[in-house]
């Protein structure tokens, strides 16, 4: 096809038959968990699977034109790992990596780079695990490790202003917990970080909790711990790490309830914001010092401020008390703290472990809950714009979904793979994970399958806009050619990739699927749906009849609603065309995510069950 025939089918592109189901807004039935404990929507061109979101409050100023990054992760989340969203809840790249945390955009050496933890998270609420770094292709560009064989945890990795990796280290020590009511050889988990060179891994500079703290100076105790060194004390409990423009930090303590200044050069404390020695005068009649149990302190206005997510509880056991974002103001020369905003939820959450407070670019304030499977996106002076849900809120705290930390971006995604094509009956259903730049999807036909300089055999068919993370292109009835393809075109009509051609037979009873990562020769294959239901209706014979009266009600209902010719191709038309409470099936009908039969119902699977560490903060 000729680039002015590509310029044509931007321009005359048809209107767009969406595949993704989501969001919902104001659903009881996703709060109250009918829709499943983590309500995921299915495509037909690939086996990902994307959350579907569920807006409690919602409001266009959070469409900023960024993506929100969440790492998703619980007993019910089947493929952990990090996970990208479009500025209208749409999927747009994910990838199972295993247990991921802190899924976060930095820019280094003038890139950006998509950086997240994936490791070992069991380890009592701590981690043994890697740092990745990957580029714009969805590529490791670079890998992060803790230096001289210590492990690197999961709740900080921080790229900081002289381009160096900041995280956070749990390695067991021994030392004398005498003064805690321990025995004078114990043991303890000591709060450490790191500072690294990226590209080398040398250690740059370190520094150890156990070194500048007492035992007495938190407010967890021992709590059967730190007899044995199986059984260390986790008597500090550090979470996050900044570094200012002067090469000082900025450490959070869980236990100890404080915020501390450390110098870069010697590692002394400069001073501590909160808990039992606090250094600063409160100017908001304590509502800056007492915050408790909190997480993820960033430094902001050139070191005369800090943001923070304030837990003020604890865990199992412990109060629980609502859970605040924080924005203060600091005079280090008066030594005086003032509230400068305070960001709570009209829905109050108490997020007993986690957490994350980011400062976007258009000026809002976004609050992650951690332990709770939710954001909330504030203006600066905290009117709550945007509140959203992926996960039912009658579970929250339960561990079945959950995000570390939620952030939001701006992203380029151009992977080198290509497009994902699914040919049934008379419908195209493509998708590209990662890609960001499509606007358009162009299909395309020809009689024999050609080679890549035959154009004068391709024709083109139809064009649609993309919307979503999958499209559904009506392939035209009067469509003869028996291969098919789809082009991805950017905003300005260039071509950024192209699917397979596939081999199409509108009688087939087969899904044609064209893979975009894999090799040519084997991008092309092909499901026995008859097979399929078959294995299914072996599986849950009464759930498929449930499914198939539901069937017949839509049917009898279509039948009344438009003439025959509406629906003459069939295809694969979603089985819930709702958006929240409307939807007519009967209570807890649908427990789980879905997926495609037969190219027109989808019947649910049961969630997946996996293991979450005891802590997990």
Known sequence: ???????????????????????????????????????????????????????????????????????????????????????????????????????????????????????????????????????????????????????????????????????????????????????????????????????????????????????????????????????????????????????????????????????????????????????????????????TWQHHARFRDNGSAITLFDNASRGEGAPSLTSRGLYLDLDTQQMTVRVRHEYWNPHPISSQSQGSVQLLDSGNILLGYGANAAWTEYTIAGEVLCHVHFGPQSAFGAGNVLSYRVFKHAWTGRPRTNPDLALYRYEAAVSWNGATEVATWVLEASDTQPDDDDEESITFLTAVPKSGFETIIPIPAQTSQVYLRVLGLNATGQILGATAWLQWDPAADEVALGRGDSDADDAASSIDVRAFLFFAVGFSSAFVLAVCAWFVRRRVAARAAGPEGNRERGGWRPVDEFNGDEHDLSEGEFEGVEFSLLGNERLSRSTFSGELDDDGD
């Open 1 to 291: 096809m000729r680039l002015r025939d590509l310029w044509f089918a931007v321009a005359t592109a048809f209107t767009l038959v969406q595949a993704d189901r989501g969001p919902y807004f104001q659903s009881s039935r996703f709060e109250d968990g009918d829709l499943g404990q983590l309500p995921t929507e299915t495509y037909r061109s690939t086996a990902l699977m994307g959350p579907i979101l569920n807006y409690v409050k919602s409001n266009p100023q959070c469409k900023d034109g960024q993506y929100t990054l969440i790492a998703p992760r619980g007993m019910v989340v089947r493929d952990p790992g990090p996970t990208i969203i479009d500025q209208d809840s749409h999927l747009v790249w994910t990838k199972h990596y295993g247990q991921t945390y802190n899924a976060n955009v930095y820019r280094y050496k003038g890139q950006d780079y998509l950086t997240f933890w994936v490791g070992n998270d069991g380890i009592v609420g701590h981690g043994d695990g890697t740092y990745y770094m990957l580029d714009s292709a969805y590529e490791e560009a670079y890998t992060v490790r803790g230096a001289n064989g210590l492990p690197a945890d999961l709740h900080e990795f921080h790229i900081t202003g002289d381009e160096t990796a900041i995280f956070t280290v749990y390695d067991v020590v021994p030392a004398d917990l005498r003064s805690g009511g321990g025995p004078e050889k114990g043991w303890i988990w000591d709060g450490t970080f790191q500072e690294v060179d990226i590209e080398t891994g040398q250690l740059l500079f370190q520094w150890r909790a156990s070194e500048h703290f007492n035992l007495t100076d938190g407010y967890r105790g021992r709590e059967g711990t730190g007899d044995s060194q199986d059984r260390p004390w986790d008597f500090f409990h550090i979470n996050s790490v900044d570094k200012d423009a002067t090469g000082n930090f900025l450490v959070s303590s869980r236990y100890m309830s404080c915020l501390t200044y450390i110098d870069g050069r010697i590692g002394k404390i400069i001073w501590r914001l909160g808990g039992k020695h606090n250094d600063f005068q409160d100017l908001s009649a304590g509502a800056a010092t007492n915050f």
